[in-house]
């Protein structure tokens, strides 16, 4: 007899132990499922919610669908600006984006100033009616001179304050503090507002590599040109003499079109102011003009190092 035999039972036993295990089975399944869509349903909710607080309360419920399809297709690009770029709120200028593109012409430029030897180089400059470009450092100037640089009708560019690279390059927060101290001093001791500048030791150099393509993006924002230069007089080196620099400005200039001359305006640079009017005389023997920079002339600027 099969039923009631141990057979039997071993059989009932494998039917009722199978059909739990299939039951459990089903039950962790179900609860997977509704958990999984609970979580789904509140972050779906929530995307909504978040839509929809953006929208004028006006909006209409039956609105509210289509402009939420609306939204996620447009995918809103969100703005978060850089601390740096909500501080020194009076540091901006405009580009005026039409640049004049005068036949030969050199434009003299000098790093540093004021010092000593300022006035000399405007003596030389009023000489040769002349208009130049001082880059200045606001640190410990002399606002006379700096008002003589302005009365004489040439060009105040910000170098810098404080000259000091390794500060004013830590960061693009430090070189704009840097930057609103060298605007603030000449604006106040000329009346003129700069609009140019020149980077401390040009516009890529050793000390900001980290940060010049940064730096350079946040000045050009703010609307300050900067000009490096093509020509140089190489008087940062002392051992260059007069004569040497008017060798080497003269034997660079390869009759290019468009000079930006490098030179130094500091006490310790005699010579510079020596070999001075030799080389405008060289410039006008070879049908140059000399023209001070502004905005309208454009930037020669280094060429961003490959990588
Ligand atoms: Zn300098």
New binding site residues.
């Given amino acids: 007899m099969y039923l009631g035999s141990v057979r039997f039972f071993k059989h009932l036993i494998y039917i009722i132990l199978s059909s739990l295990v299939l039951v459990l089975a089903w039950g962790t399944y179900s609860l997977g499922m509704f958990v999984a869509s609970t979580v789904a349903n509140r972050v779906q909710s929530e995307v909504v919610g978040v839509r929809a607080a953006q929208l004028p309360m006006e909006v209409t419920n039956n609105a509210i669908s289509q402009r939420v399809e609306s939204l996620a297709d447009a995918a809103v690009p969100r703005i978060f600006p850089l601390d740096y770029q909500l501080k020194h709120k009076e540091l901006y200028s405009s580009i005026l984006g039409d640049f004049v593109a005068p036949e030969r012409t050199v434009y003299l430029t000098f ?2 100033g004021p010092s000593q030897r300022t006035l000399e180089i405007l003596d030389i400059l009023s000489e040769y009616q002349i208009k130049a470009t001082f ?1 200045v ?1 606001t640190e410990n100037a002399d606002p006379r001179i700096l008002q003589a640089i302005a009365a004489g009708g040439h060009t105040i560019g910000i ?2 304050h404080s ?1 000091r690279y390794r500060e004013i390059y830590r960061s693009v927060e430090d070189f704009l503090d840097d930057f609103e101290q060298a605007y603030r001093v000449i604006r106040s001791v000329t009346g003129v507002a700069p609009q140019i500048f ?1 980077f ?2 040009g516009s890529i150099n050793a000390y900001n590599r980290g940060i010049y393509q940064e730096l350079i993006g946040e000045m050009l924002r703010r609307g300050f040109l900067y000009y490096d230069w093509n020509i140089s007089t190489m008087d940062t080196d002392p051992t260059v003499s007069a004569r040497q620099m008017v060798e080497i400005v003269t034997g660079s200039a390869q009759g290019r079109n468009k000079l930006i001359l490098l030179a ?1 305006d500091s006490q310790t640079r005699r010579d510079t102011v020596q070999a001075l009017p030799e080389i405008i005389r060289y410039f006008r023997a070879a049908g140059y003009k000399f023209e001070r920079l502004s905005n309208s002339v454009e930037p020669i600027v280094f060429a961003y190092p490959l990588m």
Avoid: E, K, L
Wanted: aromatic content about 10%; hydrophobic content about 20%.
């Fill in positions: 790093d540093d880059f450092i170098h810098t000259h020149r401390p030791g130094h």
